[in-house]
DNA sequence: TACTTTTATGAAAACGTTTTCATAAATTCG
DNA sequence: CGAATTTATGAAAACGTTTTCATAAAAGTA
């Protein structure tokens, strides 16, 4: 009965195979599947029944090409296992899919071509919309521009473009959490304050130190610290940097890195170099990575709550999708970010 | 000149518009871009010009529906944020990108409903090849039968069907791992050793578990050790059962946890009890999670080369989607792995 | 009853590629 | 030089949907 109908197993089976296996017009079975119109109930009935059958399922690119849309998300970031990214990409795939939304992923390994070229692929796929956090070296967004262009939506998170390239943008509130880390580490008395950064390319190291530094100038009335260095946040980099300040006479009592990669770090080169923390030296990071939390001491850190991050790039996602796009400026959403106080500060 | 054949900058222009610019068909423009067949050389110079000047980019799910190709590899895993999986994806997607696929994943949470979900997705959306890792708990494989049956390539990886269920099959060798962890117990001389495991409804602590007994049975000459627990790997769990453990007289001096998150919970437990390690109890964990390179004591442990495993899981996934299918039985295949000895044992 | 509206379906076009089938021009070969 | 081959291009069909335009039947309304 069935059986002739349906094809060599490992064809697929289309709405044609359908409509001839009902007698029905490919119209009517594609309007039974979507239920827009008017489909008869037994009709639709009928044609929920043999698909469920044959094991009909859609083909996503046929209708994605009819429809011009493909319920597809491009997310271009730096690298899937770095902690902060890889709780954000948890929550944002799983809200996608209860949307009915793939994701599909590009990682720009920090390199600004790599990049480009993800860009370029996610929009020759032709994603719904397209969600970025940049290199940290991304200086020309332009490659983003065919997005904008083509009234495509596109997000960018974390690390971003500056106000002058304009578009819809969600970040942390880096200024205050390096305003926090750098008002703790006063208040809990330290003299000598330094700080071990991130490149002062991206928005979120810059923005990290103006907070860091406005604190300071602001609780100890210090114009420009003395004890800085920026850094492409590797492990040998941070190192260096330690030993810098460390040789000098004015050794600092108190010290914000803005990774906590490179906060573990610290942590063990003063172990190996008998440094006591908090004692001596108190340590703030950056992220809350989980591992934070289990070193010892453990480490005070700024919490950027990525889960949260997730949930509004989403929700700013669909409406960018479902409103019509407008010339409007929009004003970048900041995310909270908190302190949490550990055994290090 | 070229104004007059751009199009309303939102629209995307077609291989059509390239075609009408140069007084050209489609069909030699479509040989021009892909240099598939004869085309003059000339005439190649100037499509390749025109489609940049007009910023044109193929529509790959037009080219996908008519090649029946989409250039896209499915990911089911249980959570991208786990250290292990975290590692694997990175490598796969950077391997896979350079080899022209985009990847899309999609995230079990480890509930098989939802993993059934993801793989009717994917299906849909003719994805050229699968890779999974399953749920803790999927013991119907059924869902992926609609893969093998449509002869697109399903690869699983880590967490694993049976080999009743015919596929292609890629793991690490927990069985190994786990005797590793036994023998090396056995060897630091602990006298009553216990194991803390995850659900044994997976292949993979099935094999840690049986990797273990037989070490302690080889090397001891103990027949089924007493301290065995095994849960759904929640720090609170944990707990439990470590409580259990050291409320009877014969307490371990030796313990396997067959995940480092969960390794990492022992430490706290025992820090917080008075127990230490490794003088009072030895620990072996599993995955080589960094976060036991940091924690006091560091955690000896399992590694499990994840990005070995990544660049295999490509290879042979390459390798499926190049040759043509084969009902022949392809055994799985099993990665290394090695114990990192650190402070803990 | 005769008209309008609603319900139900089908034919055909469209989305943007690629490829088969032609055909013509250019080149090679005997 | 004429025939065979290679090079170069175009027309048209195809991939699997969805949707517009018809049209017809059923239901509602005056």
Same mark, same amino acid.
């Given at each position: ?9 490992q ?8 409509a ?7 119209a ?11 489909v008869?109930k037994?009709t ?19 209708a ?14 730096p ?6 990214h890889?709780?954000?990409?948890t ?23 790599m990049e480009k ?9 032709r ?5 970025v956090?940049?290199t940290?070296?991304?200086?020309d967004?332009?490659p ?6 083509h ?12 106000e002058?390239?304009r578009?819809?943008?969600i ?6 959490g ?9 208040e809990?008395?330290c ?5 071990i ?13 103006a907070g860091?530094?406005a604190?300071?100038?602001?609780l100890?009335?210090?114009e ?8 492409q ?11 810098k ?6 050794k600092?009592d ?8 490179n906060a573990?770090t610290?942590? /063990? =080169?003063?172990?190996?170099? +008998?440094? @006591?923390i908090?004692?001596e %030296?108190?340590?703030?990071?950056? #992220?809350?990575d989980?591992?934070?939390?289990v ?8 919490? /950027? =709550?990525?889960?949260?991050? +997730?949930? @509004?790039?989403?929700?700013? %996602?669909?409406?960018?999708?479902? #409103? ?9 959403v ?12």
């Amino acid at each position: 009965m069935i059986q002739q109908f349906m094809k060599d197993s490992q064809q697929h089976n289309t709405i044609l195979d359908l409509a001839a296996a009902l007698n029905l017009s490919p119209a009517t079975v594609s309007r039974a599947l979507n239920n827009t119109s008017y489909v008869k109930k037994e009709t639709k009935e009928r044609v929920l029944e043999m698909a469920l059958k044959l094991g009909y399922r859609k083909n996503k690119m046929a209708a994605g090409l009819r429809n011009n849309k493909t319920n597809t998300i491009g997310l271009i970031l730096p690298k899937i296992s770095m902690y902060f990214h890889a709780e954000v990409v948890t929550v944002v795939q799983n809200l996608l899919h209860a949307k009915g939304y793939n994701l599909i992923i590009g990682q720009s390994n920090d390199d600004p071509g790599m990049e480009k070229e993800l860009a370029e692929t996610f929009f020759s796929s032709r994603v719904d919309a397209i969600i970025v956090s940049c290199t940290l070296e991304t200086e020309d967004f332009s490659p983003f521009d065919i997005f904008s262009t083509h009234q495509i939506p596109i997000l960018f998170y974390d690390r971003v473009p500056p106000e002058t390239y304009r578009a819809r943008v969600i970040k942390g509130d880096d200024f205050n959490g390096g305003f926090l880390a750098g008002k703790h580490l006063v208040e809990a008395g330290c003299k000598h304050i330094g700080m071990i950064n991130g490149p002062m390319t991206s928005n979120i190291y810059e923005a990290r130190a103006a907070g860091f530094i406005a604190a300071l100038r602001m609780l100890q009335g210090k114009e420009e610290p003395k004890l800085f260095f920026q850094q492409q946040l590797q492990a040998e980099e941070t190192r260096e940097a330690l030993k810098k300040m460390f040789k000098g006479k004015s050794k600092p009592d108190g010290l914000f890195v803005t990774s906590d990669r490179n906060a573990v770090t610290v942590l /063990q =080169y003063a172990k190996e170099n +008998g440094i @006591k923390i908090p004692q001596e %030296l108190r340590l703030v990071g950056y #992220s809350n990575d989980p591992v934070t939390a289990v070193v010892s001491p453990s480490i005070t850190t700024i919490d /950027q =709550y990525p889960a949260l991050f +997730g949930e @509004k790039l989403v929700a700013t %996602l669909m409406e960018m999708i479902e #409103s019509p796009p407008t010339d409007e400026y929009q004003p970048a959403v900041i995310t909270p970010v908190s302190l949490i106080e550990r055994e290090s500060a």
